[in-house]
């Protein structure tokens, strides 16, 4: 079992940069590929970013590719989200998600944080 607490989320300006965490409880966190996914309001939920349990494979979705990076800290238990040239179209409440496998799919991850919400005002 593995509970996820993302923070980090907040109001930031166009232009601006957040960094998203998320912690991980369990003694197997390193061994799960991680994700961050996103839901704006009215819209379905979509990829942003996965990482491997190693951080040897990483994967963007294009619309944040070049703006947004992903790492993690596997001593540390935690995930990052480092997200840099925000745009108002990036507002969303922001999951992390963890799983056995790796991708952009939502089904591919058995767990899953409680979301924070990012607000990008132009």
């Known amino acids: 079992q593995v509970q996820l607490v993302e923070s980090g989320g907040g109001l930031v300006q166009a232009g601006g940069s957040l960094r998203l965490s998320c912690a991980a409880s369990?003694?197997?966190?390193?061994?799960?590929?991680m994700g961050w996914f996103r839901q704006a309001p009215g819209k379905e939920r979509e990829f942003v970013a996965a990482?491997?349990?190693?951080?040897?494979?990483?994967y963007y979705a294009d619309s944040v590719k070049g703006r947004f990076t992903i790492s993690r800290d596997n001593a540390k238990n935690t995930v990052y989200l480092q997200m840099n040239s925000l745009k108002p179209e990036d507002t969303a409440v922001y999951y992390c998600?963890?799983?056995?496998?790796?991708?952009?799919?939502?089904?591919?991850?058995?767990?899953w944080g409680q979301g924070t919400q990012v607000t990008v005002s132009s």
């Open positions: 998600a963890a799983g056995d496998g790796l991708g952009s799919h939502g089904y591919q991850y058995d767990y």
């Open positions: 369990g003694r197997t966190f390193s061994s799960y590929g």
């Open positions: 990482i491997s349990w190693s951080g040897g494979m990483i």
